[in-house]
């Protein structure tokens, strides 16, 4: 018997990408786990006929002879199935697109890409193989990479998670449906949470990047708490937020974690913790006495963890052309032109910054006749400047608050580099690594 699961707690990607298997490999029997996670919860409800799963207990005293595990790599997310199967030695393969570093399943083969969603990997497996879906099928498998990659929005997707959504699309996955399953804030308690939530946290500077922390007691454990947290951080929009819920009577402390920039990996983060997940989504789970001491344990350790975020001195530009004040508009539009930049800092005799000359002040004098007049006459006095230590969360907001194009560094009293908006955006496009890189 061959057979096919995810992990404990099945969520939409992991219901994605064992809809597929069962497409791929039609000699596979899908197992479930015992637990499903609440925001996959209509999905299994709708679709439940189209998996033909058995429970895990349905395993005692069957022959395995293949095994292929989907949408996770460690060992012990996976134990409520292995605790029966028994007198097998089956051959295991793992699909998933989590980083490999806490793979712990002896004696496993491991395939897979660090995509946004473990249903991409395998949608694009089934594009290339030319596998047929049925509708039903298709909207499963786009409803878990929409769930895992933010509607194709997190930082993590790559290219291969949008084909694999267009894949779907061919196969006639329904937008409207995948749209009514990820609605997953739909109970009163969810709401409670989320208004609790957005009442009590706080924005932390960590390290120069903006962490929102939230503490919650609860008197039990309410279903879909990782939605609200999603909500959160759409709404809030900091760099990472981590939201722990304490449940005082079991002493239990469940931490759930948002980000939206790799220097802050959640995986990493919270793999001392005994949690894990994606780089952009992870969560942990623990035993501890005390909610608030753990929230100030964990605090200081984001303090001391959270690689520092980066700052304009790391992407400026610092061998920077440079005009002095008493050169003309004429000099100043042909350096320009020699340069191929819209703008250059302007010095005064001391070599000190003075001012900022662009294309558009050049276009002025030009109209007025006036090519010969010195840069001082039709300069930006007092431009904005910057020290080298804002963070580019705070670049964003100088370039947008004072529709300027070209920030000038300085430092220590002297002009040390430049950094243009297409230096940020370009730092923006580049700071995730080259996608599609094979585990």
Sequence with gaps: MNIAFGHTNMDLDCFGSLILIKRMFPDFTLVRSNLIHPAARNIYDFYSEYFEFLEPSELEGRSIDRIIIVDTSRAERVKEYFSHIRNSDPEITVIDHHPRDSADILGAQYQGMLLGSNTSYL??????????????????????IYADTGQLIYENVRQEDYQAAAYCLEMGASLKLVKSFLE?????????????????????????????????????????LAAVVEKIMSLENPDAYFALFFIPKNHTALLIARSQKPRIDLHELLSAFGGGGHQMAGSAKLECRDGRAFLQE???YLEKSLTPATRVRDIMTRNIHSISESASLLEASRLLESIEQTGVPVLDPGGALCGFISLRDIMKGRKASLMQAPVKAFMTRNPVISDGSH??????RIFFKYRISHLP???????SGLVTRW?????????????????
């Design 123 to 144: 949608g694009k497996l089934a594009r290339e193989q030319g596998v047929k879906l049925r509708a039903e099928e298709a909207t499963i498998a786009l409803t878990g």
């Design 184 to 224: 997953t804030i739909k109970e009163d308690r969810q709401m409670t949470a989320l208004h609790e939530l957005l009442r009590t946290g706080a924005v932390h500077d960590i390290q120069g990047h903006s962490i929102l922390i939230s503490y919650l007691e609860l008197d039990e454990n309410i279903p879909g």
């Design 298 to 300: 964990f605090t200081a």
């Design 391 to 396: 963070t580019m969360r705070e670049i964003e």
């Design 409 to 415: 560094v300085v430092e220590e009293g002297k002009l």
């Design 423 to 439: 230096d940020y955006l370009e730092y923006k496009k580049n700071q995730m690594d080259s996608g599609g890189n094979a585990l």
